[in-house]
């Protein structure tokens, strides 16, 4: 037989087969790594520990959040579609000039918006009044690209991992599809929970750190109020202005003849889980500002999470994928693809935007001189 | 499954504590073939299907062979064999590129060929159990080892999980006597397995998925980058393929061990080759003896004179290469190492060992540094285009994206390499430390890796072969 590898007997001992030993050498090594991992999970600040693209949106929330009225939070359907000095410039128009800050990152599905509001919510921001979040269902799914990157590690605390797989549980999907996705956000917690893979974070933070480039791009952000997402995307600033190439404008023309119709089935892709969404209501609320839920101009019905918002004490909602009432928003010549607006078209929507916002400001103050 | 995912730790513990709960021997033979088809099942159970087909097909040509004296019908069963393991791997592996291949060929002839198109999925290990299998065959063929009674204990050498998808390829001669021999608990090195495992782990997470990136972003558009880029990205993809083809390996023999199974070693500090012919003799030793063994040897190996010599040792080159992929990149790079290990038969040899030991070191390792362009490649043409870029004739203006400091690292674990193989690494100390101290420095260095960990579930390069 061929010589065994590795050369057991010369460099390690044989340990005899006793219960007890065993049981004491796994406690010893459990003990050993726990202290290890709390040890650095001590040493590394939160701060370092995340992503750089949600540190540098909540460095930069750090400085805004004082002066703050309108935040803005959800994916790129938020970040693309709401362009802050728009949506301000017409409150100002519409004598309420309120300071916005898009707190949106692309990508963010609401598992994540949940947690990144969370913690937004527990800086001090005395002038908030409104929190306009994206309504969209929570996947059961992390999508392809983002498992185990930094940011997605970052967002499974204990509380988003167990409602993600309460998600899992409830959303529709065969028992492997939900073992599967059940298993994925699990691994995502223990990463999180036992800091692995964490020094790859923690160098390129220290890198970016290191050569100003934190302290520019916050600079950045805080002109422009949101995240540049050159960062993110391949395209520079919110709402790109060439349309992708990918964009597939016939089925996304089915898909609108079908709402049109009435006939499109409420096929997204997640669940709209009511409890979640109240809790998110109580969060805004408990931080003083008024709930608004937006939905963006997509060829998706949403039923199920429209009937919810719509439940009394959700707080507002403004809707924008109705295509009967904004068809210059479902202009396929208007998209970058099935999801986002170009510019011009994300302009208009930043307007409505705040003009429904005005409309709520003005029939809150009607209310009052009536009272 | 892979090693390096969290449900392989637990699929793990819970496999190794029932299987010692066990008191009988035959009932963790049983359980370990269960879990086995479970590990591969979690992949594909119609694959599953397959292996256990072939494998079932060959413990019946050993029977067969038991049963048979005529050597005309033994030779027809061996051959059987051969034809049925040979033909379920070239028809999932090969089918695609020789009918690629044969229509190219016909294209260029002026015909306008019409072949069946088949999008065949290639099952995970089947280049490694099939080998397995077959070196069973030809072994009891040959009378070097009786035949198996047991179906079960068949069925276990050719799923048993730690090696059943990258090795090492696990000869019925080494491992089915050791079926056949109780396991006992007090015999298993457990130490020496959580060793030799967290650092088959660590090679893989914290160093080849580490350096994947930087490799696989030269080696997607080599045109664009310059001779810097391309030097450090060939020898990073030495670096990667090593640790990640040998922390496999580690795992594989560590997790092996714990159930009280011993694997042949499969590398031997490949890089310290004083020659191509020695980094044969270190690099995945369980293949190159494999194809020794059961091809060069039976072809007549170097006793039939000088031309036979060469081209024997050119065809198991060649068939090296294609066992890696159905690809020109591999067949050039098995035809590459066949082409130095001819020069080194022809004299190059007997210059080297006169030679200093620092350029023999340089021959040897330009050779498999640059035979892994071929490898890595996505294509012919991209590795022709990376060999000019290497050299300085790149055709176009190049980029410099590939930092320096890669440099350091790679002379770091040259340093770690040539200490490792000095035994200067894992201490002997280890082996006289009090069992809580021992735990607990595992325990640490568990947490530390995991915090150096590339964390992602990257799966092992060794997995498409």
Redesign the interface.
Known sequence: MAKSFPPMDRVLGTPRSARPRVIAGLLCALGGFVVTVAALNAVIPASVRADADVALVDAAWERVAAETEVLIIGSSRVFDHLLPDVVEARLAERGHPLRCFNAALVGSFAHETDVRLRRMLRVPSPRLRFVVAELQPWAPEIYGGMRYTARTIDWHDAEATADALRTCESAPADLDAKFGNATDHLGQFAARVTGAGLVGTVASRFRDAWSGRDERVIAETVAAKSLPRSRSASATGPAPTTQSTAFDAALFRTRTAAMLAGTLADDCWGVFDRDMLTRRVDAIRAAGAEPVHFVSPTAYTFAAGLSAAAEPGMGHTLAFNRPADYPGLFDPMARFDNFHLLRPAARELSVRVADGLADLMDAAAAADRKR | MIFN???FFVFLAIVLAVYWALRRDGQRKTWLLFTSCIFYGAWSTKFLALMLGTALFDYGAGLLLTRWTDPRRRRAVVATSLIVNLGVLGFFKYWGFFVGAAADLLLSLGFQPNLPVLHVVLPVGISFYTFQSLSYTLDVGRGAIPAVRSARDFLLFVTFFPQLVAGPIV?A??FL?QLTSIRT????????CA??FLVGFAKKTCIAD?VAGTVDAVFQDVGRHGAADLWTAACLYAVQIYCDFSGYSDMA?ATA?AFGY?????FNFPYLAQSVTDFWRRWHISLS?WFRDYLYIPLGGNRLGTARTCLNLALVFLLCGLWHGAAWTFIIWGLWHGAFLLIERAGGERLLESAPVPLRTVWSLGAVVLGWVWFRSASATDAATAFAGLFGAAAGPAVRSVSPVWWVLIAALAVTHFAASR?RL?S?R???LP??S???????T???V????????RAFIYFQF
């Open positions: 995912e969290a449900r000869r001669i080494d006597p608990i007090d015999r298993v090195k457990f130490r020496a060793v030799l580490r023999i061990g011993t694997l042949t070693r499969n003896t035994g894992v002997a280890l082996a006289t069992l809580p021992f735990a607990v420095l595992y325990g640490v568990w947490a530390l995991l915090f150096c960990a590339a964390i992602g579930n």
